[in-house]
């Protein structure tokens, strides 16, 4: 199993648990791809051997002719907690990351179209990186963090997660109604409008501004 990289802290030994990711949670990214907002979360999976780090490489797959990136905030669970109450969702909270959702575009439409399961779009291998997470006592306020996307030097995304249709409090609730969470899973909490193709030769570098960054490149 592979662990966090912790930002300034090399004490912590924290294990990758499973990744929860939802999708549509920012209004302008389910305009952009013509979705219906939805009215509580909608989760889908990616494997822990999905994820990649800091200086790392996405791989196109030979299955995919159009890979897209996705930003987003990660929120790492620091301790188990099943059907947890708002009010005390972030006791449970180890600390935030900005991630990337990558997604094979042409598979998860093909897919969809017919009315099939597309979670494999989702789970190649790099299709999750991440960059180092940053303790939560010190991100004041991980609800209104600006995030960013720049693909070879151009911003592609860029918002607040002020702008997510659902909180952090309220994400942690709903999963925990279905699942346990336990220490070391990861949140991926949707990407806000921008989403685009990545290519071979691309450098991807994406930010929650002030806190933390990743830069990976596209093989």
């Known amino acids: 199993m592979i662990s966090y990289k912790i930002k300034n802290n090399k004490n912590i030994n924290l294990k990758i648990g499973k990744l929860v990711c939802l999708a549509r949670t920012y209004k302008k990214h389910a305009e952009?791809?013509?979705?219906?907002?939805?009215?509580?979360?909608?989760?889908?999976?990616?494997?822990?051997?999905?994820?990649?780090?800091?200086?790392?490489s996405i791989q196109i797959p030979k299955m995919s002719k159009c890979v897209h990136h996705e930003v987003e905030l990660a929120v790492i669970i620091g301790k188990k907690c099943k059907n947890v109450l708002k009010k005390d969702a972030m006791n449970y909270v180890f600390g935030y990351a900005v991630a990337l959702d990558i997604t094979a575009r042409d598979i998860q439409n093909n897919l969809k179209n017919k009315g099939w399961p597309w979670g494999i779009a989702k789970g190649f291998d790099t299709f999750a990186p991440i960059s180092e997470v940053v303790l939560k006592e010190n991100v004041p306020n991980p609800q209104n963090l600006d995030i960013s996307l720049k693909l070879n030097g151009k911003i592609k995304q860029s918002s607040n997660t002020?702008?997510?249709?659902?909180?952090?409090?309220?994400?942690?609730?709903?999963?925990?109604?279905?699942?346990?969470?336990?220490?070391?899973?990861?949140?991926?909490?949707?990407t806000p409008e921008g989403v685009g193709e990545i290519k071979r030769g691309d450098v991807i570098k994406a930010e929650l501004k002030g806190f933390c960054f990743l830069e990976v490149d596209v093989t």
């Open 162 to 190: 002020n702008n997510m249709i659902f909180s952090i409090e309220e994400i942690i609730e709903y999963i925990s109604k279905i699942m346990t969470l336990e220490k070391g899973d990861l949140i991926m909490t949707g």
């Open 32 to 56: 952009e791809m013509k979705s219906e907002i939805p009215k509580e979360p909608l989760i889908f999976f990616k494997p822990a051997s999905s994820v990649i780090f800091n200086g790392d």
